[in-house]
């Protein structure tokens, strides 16, 4: 009687939890807790993430979406306050881990973007993921495998390289 007891409760606590994760994953689809979900990628990200715009966030889908206008990335912690980038319009679409393909972004669109990338004579850079000064474990990024960044403003001021460069690039990649 005591095993069966158990398995009911573990049961029952893994379908409250399942239940609660898909709550609040309709909710933010939804449109609520946007700054929450805001906090979550930006303690993801370990830097401040701003969107004036809207917000679109698609979930339930095979391919989930993210489109966010008037977004501002901040530099990371390793960096002085200030800004990496400024996108008018931001569109992440994921690629969800199947047979042969683990987690990655199918395509990124940054449209109206202004890129501020700065790196020190140590080499830590902003648009670096991690601090370069500290070990960490191997992590495997996700692999961008669409890129879009037309006609983006640049100020690169890199102390390392002895390099400052300011004007438009643009980059397209696709699959």
């Known amino acids: ?86 996108i008018g319009e931001l569109e992440i679409v994921f690629d969800l881990p199947h047979l042969h393909h683990r987690f990655g972004v199918e395509s990124l669109t940054l449209s109206g973007a202004d890129l501020h990338l700065l790196r020190d004579a140590a080499g830590r850079a902003n648009w670096q993921w991690s601090d370069p000064t500290v070990a960490h474990a191997d992590r495997k990024l996700a692999i961008i495998r669409s890129l879009n960044v037309p006609q983006a403003h640049v100020v690169l001021d890199d102390e390392r390289r002895h390099l400052k460069y300011e004007g438009t690039a643009s980059a397209q990649a696709t699959a």
């Open 1 to 86: 009687m005591g095993v069966r007891r158990v398995l009911l409760g573990a049961m029952i606590t893994a379908a409250v939890v399942i239940a609660a994760l898909l709550g609040f994953a309709m909710a933010v689809q939804a449109g609520f807790f946007r700054a929450a979900f805001l906090d979550l990628i930006a303690a993801r990200a370990g830097r401040r993430i701003e969107v004036g715009g809207a917000l679109e966030v698609v979930l339930f889908s095979w391919n989930p979406r993210l489109r966010a206008q008037h977004a501002v990335i901040g530099n990371p912690r390793w960096m002085p306050p200030g800004r990496t980038a400024e």
